[in-house]
C-alpha cells in the first residue's frame, strides 16, 4: 500500500477535445511549482497523481491548494486492483480514524473488475460493519469511504481537500495587470489567474511625490499574486514629468482622465513589445470618477486592446472580501500614496467627454514624453529577487 496524492481535474472535463492542452498546461505548472520538492507526478486522461515523501507531504499540499485547475484532491493510497487487498487496505486504513458513521463510494473505471459500483459498495460496506464498531449512513456520514477502482491499482481515500477550480494559468495566454497599491487591482489578478491567464504587472511611480514604501508594497502584493503563477514580472513605469505636465497645464476637473488616457497608451505599448493579449485592471463601475461608464468610455478610447475589469460588477465589500481571503488586504491599505491619489482634483469630471479630453491633451507633449518613459522602464522578476534593471 502507497500513500499518493490522487488530483480531479474539476471544470477541465468539460473542455473534450481541448483536455490534453488544460491537462498538459496543469502539468508544467506543477511541475515547475514542484521542482524543489523532489515529486514524480503521474498525468493520466482523468486524473493526476502526485507520488513525494512524508517529509514534503505538506509543502506540496499547500502549492496544490494554490494552484488553479484543481477540483479537490485526496491523500489516497494505492493497492493492487484485487478484492481481498482492498478490504484488507480498508480496515488497516480505518483503524487509525476516528468515526461513528461512514458512506461507502465506489468508482469503477475497470469494467472488466467483477463487481459494478452499487455491488462494491454493498461488499466493502459490510466487510467495514463486520470488523470495526460503525453504522452507515449515507446521507450524512462523518466519514466518506472512497474507493477508484482502475485496471492495475485502486486508490483508497477520505474526505477530499478542496482546490480553487479555475483553469491552468497560461492555457489562455498572457495579459498585463495594471497594479496598483490599492485593494482592488490585485483581487482583479487574482480572478485573471484564475481563467487561465498569466500576468505580468505594471506599476505607475511618480517619484519623489511617491515614494520608495509605495513601489515596495507593491512588490509585496506581486509577490501574494506568484503563489497562483510560477513567474511574474514587474514594470516599474516613471511617470513623474508626465504627470507634473498634466497637473500644470490641464484643468484640474479633467486630471484624472487625462492621467489615465495615459497609462492605458503606456500600458498598450508594453504589452504589446511582450506579446500580451489583454490589459487587466481593478476598475470598479461607478466606485469613483475615473470609473463612471462615462469616464471608462473616455479613458479606453486610446486603445484598441481587450481591457478585461473582473471586478468591474462587484461593491466594494466582496472586493474586500475577496482580498482578504488571497491575503492581499492587510499590504493594500498600508498608508502609501500612488500616483492616482496624488494630485486629487476636489470635483474631478463623472461624465468626461472625447473631443474635450483630446483637446485638452494637446496642451501636453505626450508623444514624446512617453517616448522617454519607455526607453526607461524597468522590471523586477518576482519570482529569483533580481535586482532591477533597464529592459529596453
Known amino acids: 500500500m502507497e500513500k499518493i496524492i490522487l488530483i480531479k481535474y474539476g471544470e477541465l472535463t468539460t ?74 487496505s480498508v480496515i488497516d486504513l480505518l483503524n487509525n480514524e476516528s468515526f461513528n458513521t461512514f458512506k461507502v ?124 503563477t510560477t513567474s511574474i514580472n514587474l514594470y516599474i513605469v516613471s511617470i513623474t514629468k508626465l504627470q507634473e505636465e498634466i497637473y500644470k497645464n490641464i484643468p484640474s476637473n479633467y486630471m484624472i482622465t487625462i492621467l489615465r488616457r495615459m497609462m492605458y497608451r503606456i500600458a498598450e505599448r508594453l504589452a504589446k513589445k511582450n506579446k500580451d493579449l489583454v490589459l487587466i485592471n481593478g476598475e470598479s463601475i461607478g466606485q469613483v470618477a475615473s470609473q463612471t461608464l462615462h469616464s471608462m468610455k473616455v479613458i479606453n478610447n486610446v486603445t484598441n486592446m481587450p481591457v478585461i475589469r473582473p471586478v468591474c460588477c462587484l461593491d466594494k465589500l466582496e472586493i474586500m472580501d475577496l482580498s482578504r481571503k488571497i491575503n492581499t488586504y492587510d499590504i493594500s491599505i498600508l498608508p502609501y500614496e500612488d500616483c492616482c491619489t496624488i494630485f486629487v482634483p476636489k470635483h474631478p469630471v463623472i461624465n468626461p467627454d472625447i473631443k474635450t479630453a483630446e483637446e485638452y491633451e494637446k496642451l501636453v507633449n505626450y508623444e514624446e514624453m512617453i517616448d522617454e518613459i519607455m526607453k526607461n522602464i524597468e522590471v523586477k522578476k518576482i519570482n529569483d529577487e533580481e535586482e532591477f534593471s533597464n529592459i529596453f
Not at 515547475?32 to 507531504?57: A, Q, V
Not at 464498531?133 to 446521507?139: A, E, I, L, N
Not at 497594479?179 to 505594471?202: E, F, H, N, Q, T
Open 105 to 228: 463510494i465506489t468508482k469503477r473505471s475497470d469494467k472488466s473488475f467483477p463487481h459494478d459500483s452499487i455491488e462494491f459498495n454493498h461488499i466493502i460496506g459490510g466487510h467495514i460493519l463486520k470488523n470495526i464498531t460503525c453504522k452507515v449512513d449515507v446521507h450524512n456520514p462523518e466519514l466518506k469511504v472512497n474507493i477508484e477502482i482502475r485496471r492495475d491499482y485502486t486508490y483508497i481515500y477520505f474526505n477530499s481537500i478542496k482546490g480553487l477550480g479555475g483553469y491552468p494559468v497560461g492555457v489562455e495566454g498572457k495579459g498585463l495587470l495594471m497594479l496598483s497599491g490599492g485593494i482592488d487591482s490585485p483581487v482583479a489578478g487574482y480572478l485573471a489567474l484564475k481563467r487561465g491567464i498569466k500576468i505580468d504587472c505594471v506599476y505607475f511611480e511618480a517619484m519623489p511625490h511617491t515614494s520608495i514604501k509605495a513601489r515596495e508594497k507593491v512588490e509585496s502584493l506581486a509577490k501574494e499574486l506568484l503563489k497562483y
Open 15 to 88: 473542455k473534450k477535445d481541448n483536455r490534453g492542452l488544460f491537462t498538459r498546461v496543469l502539468y508544467n505548472n506543477l511541475s515547475d511549482k514542484l521542482k524543489d520538492y523532489n515529486c514524480e507526478i503521474i498525468k493520466e486522461y482523468s486524473r493526476m497523481f502526485i507520488k513525494c515523501s512524508d517529509n514534503n507531504l505538506e509543502k506540496v499540499i499547500e502549492v496544490l491548494k494554490n494552484t488553479f485547475g484543481i477540483l479537490e484532491f485526496n491523500i489516497a493510497y494505492q493497492v493492487h486492483t484485487n478484492i481481498e487487498d482492498i478490504k484488507s
